[in-house]
């Protein structure tokens, strides 16, 4: 990896960071160079360290056209100016207002949502998109099963 990037970008150089060197391999970009940081061997770890325990999964068809659905629907250009650190912006607030004196309150809790099947959800999703009553009917009698009935709170016997 470290004699590809050299071989395409044509330097690498020895940074310090703190208080360790680091290798960096230098590109033109536009007017400008840009450094790459590099890892040395030691810092890159087999694959077979982290995932050779895991058992081999047979995954059902569903959930797999379920994610590529997923993905062929949110495929595109990556545009970094679509997103924002909303914990960046909040942060620079609470300094410009420790800044003028003013006070900082606390925020106000957030009420909790309705919690929903992530699953029924996305099922629903992409029935509504291709037009097909058949997914929805099969969450609807999913979701309308007769369950045991429970005794209420009032008619529980200690003990």
């Known amino acids: 990896m470290t004699s590809l990037a050299i071989a395409r970008c044509g330097l690498a150089l020895g940074v310090t960071f703190t208080t360790r060197e680091h ?47 997923i993905i062929a629907t ?14 960046e912006t909040t942060l620079q607030e609470l300094i410009k207002k420790k800044r003028r ?6 925020p106000k809790t957030r009420v909790s949502g309705e919690v929903i099947n992530l699953m029924d959800a996305l099922r629903k999703s992409i029935a509504a998109e291709r037009g097909s009553k058949r997914v929805n009917q099969k969450v609807a009698a999913r979701r309308h099963r007769p369950s045991a009935k429970r005794p209420s709170a009032g008619t529980r016997q200690a003990g």
């Open 74 to 87: 949110r495929r595109g250009h990556f545009d970094p100016k679509k997103f924002e650190d909303h914990y």
């Open 101 to 106: 004196g003013e006070t900082i309150e606390r």
């Open 23 to 69: 290798v960096i391999a230098i590109e033109p970009r536009g007017k400008g160079l840009l450094g790459v940081t590099l890892r040395y061997p030691y810092e890159i770890c087999r694959e077979e360290n982290y995932f050779g325990g895991l058992p081999e999964q047979k995954v059902p068809k569903e959930m797999l056209d379920l994610a590529t659905h």
